[in-house]
């Protein structure tokens, strides 16, 4: 069973940065993708960033490029979203999302698990 679990979302003030971090377990292959997706009370979902495990390509949304970095450690069973130069509208719940690669064609390809999701809360 794959599962991810997100930490790290917390409160902070404009201009800071925060670290979010997603581990994975339960995945059977070893090429696959992990993202970040986000959501603002009243706003439709957003994807965020997106990173390849298996050659490490990413993919970032244009609201976050720049100031929002996806990473993965070694073992390549954690990603890590580093969030810097937050801003207000960066407010959201956010929930780190695996399938099979970072991909959008009309549809999404790594989104075929959530985590229960982490509030980020960005103060003006």
């Known amino acids: 069973e794959v599962q991810l679990v997100e930490s790290g979302g917390g409160l902070v003030q404009a201009g800071g940065s925060l670290r979010l971090s997603c581990a994975t377990s339960?995945?059977?292959?070893?090429?696959?993708?992990i993202g970040w997706f986000r959501q603002a009370p009243g706003k439709e979902r957003e994807a965020v960033a997106c990173?390849?495990?298996?050659?490490?390509?990413?993919t970032y949304a244009d609201s976050v490029k720049g100031r929002f970095t996806i990473s993965n450690d070694n073992s390549k069973t954690t990603a890590y979203l580093q969030m810097n130069s937050l801003k207000a509208e960066d407010t959201a719940v956010y929930y780190c999302?695996?399938?099979?690669?970072?991909?959008?064609?009309?549809?999404?390809?790594?989104?075929?698990?959530w985590g229960r999701g982490t509030q980020v809360t960005v103060s003006s």
């Open positions: 990173i390849n495990i298996g050659d490490g390509g990413t």
């Open positions: 999302t695996a399938g099979g690669i970072c991909v959008y064609d009309g549809q999404y390809y790594w989104n075929d698990y």
């Open positions: 339960g995945f059977t292959v070893d090429h696959y993708a």
